[in-house]
């Protein structure tokens, strides 16, 4: 079953844990699941709101690379003219 | 809703081949982890390909690394469902992830490996990641 993949034929990044960035101060930690005409369609993810104090983004992401998302939705949908950016959560990770 | 069992049959048997001991009940966990002293590795298994697909061939290279853990056990995500829910009270603050990968010395979470560090990684790359966790936490330097 090695190197066995269940989802042929999605987006590069079906199944990989990303953080969606948005113009905002809204930031996503979650699986990319897929894309359409509503937006990034992700699951198990975590949401962090810079405009409700606590811990910069920064940190969220830093923390959430190192000890895991804290899921708040099992599925949801970023709009697409939200989007601001999309990168892999090992790529942000110190 | 648990997968066919036939269907992730093979994903069990991959484990087992390396040597990892199957815990599939609440208890079979306690007895395992509970007052557990020395070094351990706990595979949390899972079904999905993007990851567990390359995660299970890094366990098995990493454990012929030269320093392994003195037990391996795995749990099976989305199967065993009572045994993952006890073995991630032992993980602490870290988030439920599956495929993971926790190391344990005496009981307590020295090293996790999330499934978003496995993610779209080759087996290798992997294991190289685990021996040298393997050296840092379980080599003779630590003992």
Known sequence: MSGHVFHPGHAELHGITVVVETDGPVTYVGRYDSEDEQGVH???VGVHDGSAGGS???EYVRKSAKFGIKTSHKHLVVPADQVARITRLAE??? | MPYNPALVAPMRAEMTRMGARELTSAAEVDAAIG???GSMLIFVNSVCGC?????????AMALQHSVVPQQVVTVFAGQDLDAVARARQYFGEYQPSSPSIALLRDGEVVHFVHRHQI???SPQAVAADLTSAFDR???AAVE
């Open chain 1, 42 to 44: 992700m699951l198990d």
């Open chain 1, 56 to 58: 910069s983004k920064d």
């Open chain 1, 92 to 94: 942000m990770a110190p």
């Open chain 2, 35 to 37: 007052d557990q002293k």
């Open chain 2, 51 to 59: 990851a567990a697909g390359n995660a299970r061939p890094a366990l």
């Open chain 2, 119 to 121: 993610e779209g990684r």
């Open chain 2, 137 to 139: 936490f379980f080599g």
